[in-house]
């Protein structure tokens, strides 16, 4: 099943794709690799999920800003590229929470994006390399910060 069906059967609402809020390009292509800049939990209202896993957010919070985040990266990969099913596989993920420094699950947070990868791509295309870190701080104090890169269909 092609990555654009799934988004309708898993009944997926992508967020509007988020503008640049800086001297940079959304997603860039070089060669067969796409690669997306760090995004933030985009609501569909515009909005941002704000705050930090560990004080005023727990894990689970943190997961869902997380899979949110991965929506908005998904966004800008089919306003980019006109169609999801371009993309051959999921190759790297960062993933950045904002978190208190006593925080250590942050793969488990991060997890959020990754399933949703693995959701919309499948079992293979859809898990990739990955880092999950912690930050004391991110723009506009934003829970989490994730960026990645994709492998392009020939």
Do not use: W
């Amino acid at each position: 099943m092609s990555a654009d069906a799934r988004l309708q059967e898993l009944n997926i609402e992508l967020p509007p794709a988020p503008k640049p809020a800086g001297v940079y390009k959304p997603a860039l292509t070089v060669g067969n690799l796409c690669l997306v800049s760090g995004h933030g939990p985009l609501r569909s209202d515009g909005t941002l999920i704000v705050g930090r896993v560990g004080d005023d957010m727990d894990k689970q919070d943190g997961y869902d800003a997380a899979r949110q985040t991965g929506l908005a990266i998904l966004a800008t990969l089919q306003a980019y590229l006109g169609s999801l099913d371009k993309i051959e596989r999921v190759v790297k993920v960062l993933g950045m929470v904002h978190c208190t420094p006593e925080f250590g699950e942050q793969p488990a947070v991060i997890n959020g994006c990754s399933e949703l990868f693995r959701d919309v791509f499948g079992e293979d295309a859809g898990v990739g390399t990955r880092s999950a870190v912690g930050f004391s701080a991110l723009p506009g104090g934003i829970a989490i910060e994730i960026e990645a890169m994709f492998q392009l269909k020939s």
